[in-house]
């Protein structure tokens, strides 16, 4: 969203607003984030990129100035959304009817009469066009500022052009006809389905406008328009959304009544648009017709100074968490360390003590909650379902098996997903044996590419769905290429591994024709004792200790030492981390083999840097070392 700087100034006494640069870097670090920053005219446009979770008080440049006045502790001089509004007198020569208030909760209608429709003040045109808004005329001027302004999209038809029924006009929010055709502003043609709404003639029920999307040309002002009725409404942001879309229609009304505006705001929005339009257009209000329940009342919400200090991790005094909801105009009753606070109206995302939590977050400031390790755990019992996995992942892995993650959507299953995102992937897998059979089908063709001769053979611990529950399987398979003897040579591959689970878990495993083994190690576990170590409350990782990796890339390198057979191999590593320090991250020892009286010993060293990317040259260096006092000690070549 684009925020005119000047217009931002309308809401503070003179020299209150902070300058430009100091809103960018605290909007930035605190609550939004600032797209981009242009001179325009005589005037700074700073670009908000506004998230939806603020869209419903933050598509305005009231809820904008709201912020600046938060988070630098300054007071508003004026703010329509703080104002006492009555919509008065009530209307004799309109008519409103709603015929279904879940798809618009909160509508209301004004009829002014005795407008000229003309150019607008330069001052209305520049704030529009300083944002990026072409001045129509007077009274669309005086709309369109009203929803950048306060986030309420209103619309106006030409009185005149309403049909008439016993010296009233007005209009009906009916559902649309399927096939129902309407010209829109601008010459589109939409056709609309039963799941659409529209604004239509209360008495002959033409459409006149896409509820919540984009207005008809059917009572479109003109230059000859003398009599306006104007609508602020709100409309329910799912059934917009899925209208505009269906329509490829994004318009500014539909950002904002999608995101979901407050059931306040219609009211305050109808009381300045109407306010507006006597002010630039003349004219005399005839009267009002709302319908629905715009009281809007958020519901208190109970937080601690405990809680906050809990889920942030550092302290904020009591007296600072009580000025930080006041600066945000929350209503506060403090109890000692405990807080009942309510949000202002238009703060719909505010339901949860965690909202209200990370209110004080941000106001009070990010910077100012340092990193704090974590604490070493003294004790941490074994899990016994991960001690059985681990045995049964070694047992696999010993025995030739590697470890495959498959996807766990299939064609069909018990349970299907509502809103699947593929065709042929929209239910929960039963079980892991067709994954792991699809995959020895596909493995069995790249035998040669993976340098595999005998079998290939995979396994998978996963979840399944099946009878109504979640469960942990596991399943193994093998497969072998051609024909000959396959069934004994599956079982071949098999037989070892079986025999190591059976062993573990005390169970039998059935052996499938088709080489596949699966079965529920949920069910099995209630059965399975618990393992010694796991009783004994010992710590798995214990000694193990952590080290950060590297963003910068490796170097490796190879060296081969000739040396007297009672050389012990530890000797050449020594020397190598000697000369290369922090930098040496791995050495390998990869080859082994002895002539006469000596052994040669090869090695791989991973060179890699915590704080830049190493050169040729500077591994090059550390090598010549590592070489020349190798080739210095009696008895060693390097080769």
């Not at 909801?325 to 109890?335: A, P, R, S």
Request: hydrophobic share 40%; charged share 25%.
């Amino acid at each position: 969203m684009k925020v005119s700087y000047d217009w931002l100034k309308t809401y503070f006494a003179e020299g209150d607003i902070p300058s430009v640069d100091d809103i960018v870097d605290k909007f930035t670090f605190r609550i939004f984030e600032v797209d981009g920053v242009e001179v325009v005219d005589n005037d700074t446009v700073i670009d908000l990129d506004i998230l939806p979770n603020r869209a419903h008080d933050c598509l305005g440049h009231r809820g904008v100035a709201h912020e600046v006045a938060a988070l630098f502790d300054i007071k508003m001089s004026t703010d329509p959304m703080r104002e006492d509004i009555k919509l008065e007198p009530v209307s004799k020569e309109m008519v409103l009817t709603v015929d279904d208030v879940e798809a618009n909760p909160v509508h209301t209608v004004a009829l002014i009469k005795g407008v000229e429709v003309g150019e607008s003040p330069s001052w209305l045109k520049t704030r529009l066009e300083a944002i990026g808004q072409r001045s129509i005329n007077n009274i669309v001027d005086a709309t369109n500022y009203v929803m950048f302004g306060l986030g309420q999209p209103t619309h106006v038809f030409d009185y005149d052009k309403l049909t008439e029924d016993n010296g009233k006009r007005g209009i009906k929010v009916r559902a649309a006809k399927d096939g129902e055709q309407l010209t829109l502003l601008g010459g589109t043609e939409a056709e609309l389905t039963t799941e659409m709404y529209v604004l239509a003639d209360a008495h002959n029920d033409e459409a006149l406008d896409v509820a919540g999307v984009k207005g008809g040309v059917q009572a479109e002002l003109s230059n000859e328009t003398t009599s306006v009725l104007v609508t602020a409404a709100k409309f329910n942001p799912i059934k917009t959304r899925r209208t505009a879309t269906k329509l490829k229609l994004r318009t500014d009304a539909v950002q904002r009544f999608e995101n979901e505006i407050p059931n306040h705001l219609p009211i305050v929005g109808m009381r300045s648009v109407v306010d507006l339009i006597l002010e630039v257009a003349g004219g005399e209000v005839e009267g009002f017709i709302t319908s629905g329940d715009y009281q809007s009342q958020n519901s208190a919400i109970k937080v601690t100074v405990q809680d906050i200090e809990q889920l942030l991790g550092i302290s904020v005094p009591a007296n600072k968490v009580a000025e930080i909801l006041t600066q945000l105009e929350f209503k506060v009753e403090q109890d000692a360390d405990s807080f009942v606070v309510t949000a202002p109206w238009e703060r719909l995302d505010i339901n949860i003590p965690e909202d209200v939590i990370e209110e004080v977050a941000r106001v009070y400031g990010y910077e100012h909650m340092e990193g704090v390790p974590l604490p070493q755990l003294e004790s941490v019992p074994v899990s016994k379902k991960f001690y059985y996995l681990d045995k049964v992942r070694e047992i696999l892995l010993m025995n030739g098996f590697r470890e495959v993650y498959l996807y766990p959507l299939c064609a069909s299953g018990e349970f299907k997903l509502i809103n699947s995102l593929s065709v042929g992937k929209d239910h929960y897998r039963v079980n892991l044996s067709g994954g792991i059979s699809s995959s020895i089908d596909k493995n069995i063709k790249n035998m040669p590419l993976l340098g595999l001769q005998n079998f290939v053979k995979l396994f998978e611990i996963g979840n399944v769905y099946k009878d109504g529950k979640e469960s942990l399987h596991i399943a193994m398979g093998v497969g072998v290429q051609g024909k000959k003897k396959t069934q004994e040579r599956i079982e071949a591959g098999l037989t070892a591994a079986v025999s190591g689970i059976e062993a573990l878990l005390d169970i039998k495993l059935p052996t499938k024709v088709d080489g596949i083994v699966e079965f529920d190690l949920d069910e099995l576990l209630i059965e399975l004792s618990d393992p010694s170590d796991y009783e004994n409350n010992t710590v798995i990782g214990s000694g193990v200790s952590y080290s950060p990796v590297s963003p910068y890339p490796f170097i490796v390198r190879d060296i081969a030492v000739w040396v007297p057979e009672s050389v012990d191999e530890s000797d050449i590593v020594s020397v190598i981390n000697k000369h290369g320090r922090e930098l040496v991250q791995r050495i390998d020892k990869f080859d082994e083999f002895a002539k006469d009286d000596k052994v040669s010993l090869a090695f791989h060293i991973v060179f890699q840097s915590m704080e830049k990317t190493l050169t040729d040259d500077e591994v090059g260096e550390v090598m010549a070392k590592i070489e020349a006092e190798l080739s210095s000690k009696d008895g060693f070549e390097v080769r």
